[in-house]
């Protein structure tokens, strides 16, 4: 396990994810009833962004750095739709400015209201005891050293009996993607109802056009895959932008991720006219 979160965190990739992941959380607060947040690959939960590693390769000043200089200016229908991911994110600065990023554990932490769970898995032994740390007495958060990918099957379907099942591995290994195929099969035989966030790298453009079609060979209804890309492809394989597969959406977030990356997309693209997304439907019901 190589792969340290540190180096990408706030970056456009995780902005992008955890933009989409607010909206779920907020579409989910509609209703009174609990749900549980089960976060596969936790990570640490909190990063330093003036820490060395942060530092070295300043990824978040093209993520996180641009959304917060352009978000005052955006459009207010844009500004509603990304104010629960900005209020995580400067929950987690109370001093103002952008010192710190709150990843995918924090930011449901930070949005849950008194009922609302999370179940966060970090296999990594001192991102774990990191993570540990920032939830120790929480009763609203349990925080397990244990493999994502079992904890899939354990850990399914959760007590609330609604849910959201984030998946985002670090992508070292080429298989990731057959990973996450078999972890969404498990995981939906166990809470068909659930929604799952899956993340994937925009890379190996091959790659991806077959994980589309193993998706939808899956056969599980109600798969909605959103991507946004920094830059436009090129022949060699480069990290052009993220996707995220959403399955059971909540009926709103395709249009609320219309507005919101019709916005996003030329505030994150690192040159102009060079960024795209897309969001299509890969099974209907
Ligand atoms: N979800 C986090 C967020 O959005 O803030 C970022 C997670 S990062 C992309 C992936 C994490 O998975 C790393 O912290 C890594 O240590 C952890 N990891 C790697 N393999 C794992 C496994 N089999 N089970 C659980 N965690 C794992």
């Not at 091959?206 to 939808?216: H, M, P, S, T, V």
């Not at 909605?224 to 480069?238: A, G, P, Y």
């Not at 990356?261 to 006219?273: N, Q």
């Amino acid at each position: 396990m190589n792969y340290r979160h540190i180096f990408h965190a706030g970056n456009f990739a995780d902005v992008f994810k955890h933009i989409v992941l607010a909206r779920v959380i907020a579409y989910m607060q509609k209703k009174d009833a609990a749900f549980r947040v089960l976060d596969t690959h936790a990570g640490l939960g909190l990063y330093d962004l003036s820490s060395e590693q942060a530092q070295k390769t300043g990824e978040w000043k093209s993520g996180i750095g641009k959304v917060l200089d352009a978000a005052d200016s955006a459009p207010a229908d844009v500004r509603a739709l990304i104010a629960p991911y900005l209020d995580a994110v400067r929950a987690a600065n109370p001093d103002g400015g952008i010192t710190r990023y709150p990843g995918s554990p924090m930011i449901a932490r930070t949005m849950f209201r008194k009922q609302d769970r999370l179940t966060a898995l970090e296999l990594h032994p001192e991102d774990f005891e990191v993570l540990h740390s920032h939830f120790d007495g929480d009763i609203q958060a349990r925080v397990t050293k244990l493999d994502g990918w079992l904890g899939i099957k354990s850990h399914l379907p959760p007590k609330e009996r609604r849910g959201i099942v984030l998946v985002d591995p670090p992508f070292e290994v080429y298989h990731e993607f057959f990973n996450i195929l078999t972890a969404l099969k498990e995981g939906h035989k166990r809470f068909a109802t659930g929604t799952f966030l899956l993340w994937y790298p925009v890379k190996h453009r091959q790659g991806i056009a077959e994980f589309r079609e193993e998706l939808r060979a899956l056969k599980i209804p109600r798969i909605l895959d959103t991507s946004l890309e920094v830059r436009s492809s090129r022949d060699d394989v480069r990290f052009d932008g993220s996707g995220v597969i959403v399955v059971n959406p909540p009926y709103t977030l395709e249009s609320e991720l219309r507005t919101i990356l019709s916005w996003l997309t030329p505030v994150l693209e690192f040159k102009k006219g060079a960024g795209s997304y897309s969001i299509n439907w890969i099974a209907g019901e």
